[in-house]
């Protein structure tokens, strides 16, 4: 994705469909994560009231200064909602988290949430890596200034250089 200055960042994305079943293995995708979004449905209040539980799951797995976006999504179904925009934007203020409102539907939000939190990503591993290039020189490029794992790689790359297809599945 493009962002600030003309940067091209990759992010790898996990979703773990926030489901009770996979909570077991959900905690190794958020190893080394810089980034999560916790998308809840504003048309079904018990997605809205399991979201303090995958937040602890995020801040108990994944970096310490991960950035979180609290996500409530079908805002395309007003007449159907239970979770108002109040409700998500209290809790998100209350636990320090960004907040946006989106329809995977008809893709209202969906692209500026995506860029909201990439750029503000780009922008903490920026300043992470500036603070302290000594501890990244023997990271690999593609890591960032993430010391565990790899949940959510940035690179910037030039615009004139092409991005070559790896090999491999997925």
């Not at 091209?8 to 996979?22: C, F, N, P, S």
């Not at 998308?39 to 799951?57: A, C, G, I, Q």
């Amino acid at each position: 994705m493009q962002i600030d200055d003309n940067k091209l960042v990759k992010a790898q994305i996990w979703d773990t469909a926030g489901q009770e079943r996979y909570r077991s293995i959900a905690s190794s995708y958020y190893r080394g994560a810089v980034g999560a979004l916790l998308v809840y449905d504003v048309t079904d209040r018990n997605s809205f009231n399991h979201v303090p539980m995958w937040l602890k799951e995020v801040e108990e797995n994944a970096e310490k200064d991960c950035l979180i976006m609290l996500v409530g999504n079908k805002m395309d179904l007003q007449e159907q909602r239970t979770v108002f925009v109040r409700d998500g934007r209290s809790f998100a203020r209350k636990n320090g988290l960004a907040f946006i409102e989106t329809s995977a539907l008809d893709a209202t939000g969906v692209d500026t949430a995506f860029q909201r939190i990439l750029q503000e990503i780009y922008k903490t591993q920026t300043k992470k890596q500036l603070k302290n290039p000594s501890a990244n020189a023997n990271a690999p490029p593609s890591s960032a200034g993430v010391s565990r794992g790899q949940a959510i790689q940035l690179q910037p790359e030039s615009a004139d250089e092409p991005v070559k297809a790896k090999g491999g599945c997925c």
